[in-house]
């Protein structure tokens, strides 16, 4: 039986699809830019700032024995960020962060802060 050109095209067609996936692969999520990389990275920092507040008041509620009120500090933060992140925070930062996470969490019920200070 002859073999038709067209499917000899059409599988050397499927392989060059297949070499082009292979080489374009991943690149799509990757910035084009030094800007873009640097907003990425500023929201990555600001995103894993705010869950490191957060992971800070689980862990005091955590802590807080039952009719004690719960005592998060900014230091709570900045080492959250620090070990699970490896961010390194300044005091600001961390208290900005505690802050804003502190009111949406509704923890003036039940916790105690020194980020207002």
């Known amino acids: 039986m002859p073999h038709h050109p067209g499917g000899l095209l059409f599988v050397a067609l499927g392989l060059v699809l297949v070499a082009v996936g292979f080489v374009w692969r991943g690149r799509v999520l990757r910035p084009f830019s030094v800007k ?10 600001s995103r894993n700032l705010l869950c490191s507040a957060d992971m800070a008041i689980a862990e005091a509620r955590r802590r807080a024995a039952s009719g004690e009120p719960v005592i998060v500090t900014v230091e ?10 490896g961010l390194s925070v300044e005091r600001e930062e961390a208290a900005a962060a505690l802050r804003q996470r502190y009111e949406a969490a509704d923890c003036r019920v039940d916790c105690m802060t020194d980020a207002f200070d």
């Open 36 to 45: 873009r990389a640097q907003a990425a990275a500023i929201r990555d920092r």
């Open 76 to 85: 709570d933060v900045i080492g959250v960020a620090s070990g699970h992140y």
